[in-house]
T-cell receptor, first 109, second 118 residues
Framework: GQNIDQPTEMTATEGAIVQINCTYQTSGFNGLFWYQQHAGEAPTFLSYNVLDGLEEKGRFSSFLSRSKGYSYLLLKELQMKDSASYLCAAMDSNYQLIWGAGTKLIIKP | GAVVSQHPSRVICKSGTSVKIECRSLDFQATTMFWYRQFPKQSLMLMATSNEGSKATYEQGVEKDKFLINHASLTLSTLTVTSAHPEDSSFYIC??????????????FGPGTRLTVL
C-alpha cells in the first residue's frame, strides 16, 4: 500500500536547526512536497523535490533520496514564527497526493 | 489513521459541462470539510469551508455560483464545478476535520482530483 511516515511532534530551540524526516512508499513517484500550516490556516507551499539532492531556499532546505524513499525538511535559525505543522506529501504515478499526518513543530525560547 | 477519499481522481471534460467531485471521510465523522485548489508547485488555495448541514463559507474571490458545495452528511461533501472552462483546470483537494476541537492534527487530506477542461 501507499504510506507516508513523519514524526508526530518535535521540539526545538529558537535559533537552532531542526530536521523533519519523511519516508514514503508510493506506486510510482512524481515528486515530494513540503507544506507549512499554522493552526487554523491553509497549508502554504514550502518545497517540491523530484530529483535526488538538496534544494535550498533561504532558511529552509529540502532533501530527497528516491532510492531510499526518504526526504527531510531542514529549518535553520529557527524563529518563533516557525512553530507550525509541517506536512509531507508524495505524488504517485497517477498524480495523486499521498499525505503524511504532519509534524507539529514547537519552538521554545 | 483517518482516511479521506476523493472521487474521481482524474476527470477530463468539455468546456461548458459541469463536474462533481466527491470527498468522503471513510472512518470518522467530519463536521467540517475544506476545499482547496492547487496550482502547479504552488500552495494550496482555500476555496471554501463547509460545515455539515449548513451553507459553505467561500473565500474572497471564489464564485459560489460556479463552485457549488454541498455537505449533506458527516461523511460526504461534494464540489460541483458548473459550466467548466479551461481556466478551471486544476488540482482540487479536500480535507476533513474530525470533531469540533479544531487544529491541524485533526485535519486529514484527500488525494486530490485533477480536472482538465478542454
Amino acid at each position: 500500500g501507499q504510506n507516508i511516515d513523519q514524526p508526530t511532534e518535535m521540539t526545538a530551540t529558537e535559533g537552532a536547526i531542526v530536521q523533519i524526516n519523511c519516508t514514503y512508499q508510493t506506486s510510482g513517484f512524481n515528486g515530494l512536497f513540503w507544506y507549512q500550516q499554522h493552526a487554523g490556516e491553509a497549508p502554504t507551499f514550502l518545497s517540491y523535490n523530484v530529483l535526488d539532492g538538496l534544494e535550498e531556499k533561504g532558511r529552509f532546505s529540502s532533501f530527497l533520496s528516491r532510492s531510499k524513499g526518504y526526504s527531510y525538511l531542514l529549518l535553520k535559525e529557527l524563529q518563533m514564527k516557525d512553530s507550525a505543522s509541517y506536512l509531507c506529501a508524495a505524488m504517485d504515478s497517477n498524480y495523486q497526493l499521498i499525505w503524511g499526518a504532519g509534524t507539529k513543530l514547537i519552538i521554545k525560547p | 489513521g483517518a482516511v479521506v477519499s476523493q472521487h474521481p481522481s482524474r476527470v477530463i471534460c468539455k468546456s461548458g459541462t459541469s463536474v462533481k467531485i466527491e470527498c468522503r471521510s471513510l472512518d470518522f465523522q467530519a463536521t467540517t470539510m475544506f476545499w482547496y485548489r492547487q496550482f502547479p508547485k504552488q500552495s494550496l488555495m482555500l476555496m471554501a469551508t463547509s460545515n455539515e448541514g449548513s451553507k459553505a463559507t467561500y473565500e474572497q474571490g471564489v464564485e459560489k455560483d460556479k463552485f457549488l458545495i454541498n455537505h449533506a452528511s458527516l461523511t460526504l461533501s461534494t464540489l460541483t464545478v458548473t459550466s467548466a472552462h479551461p481556466e478551471d483546470s486544476s488540482f482540487y483537494i479536500c480535507s476533513a476535520r474530525e470533531g469540533t476541537s479544531g487544529g491541524l492534527d485533526t485535519q486529514y487530506f484527500g488525494p486530490g482530483t485533477r480536472l482538465t477542461v478542454l
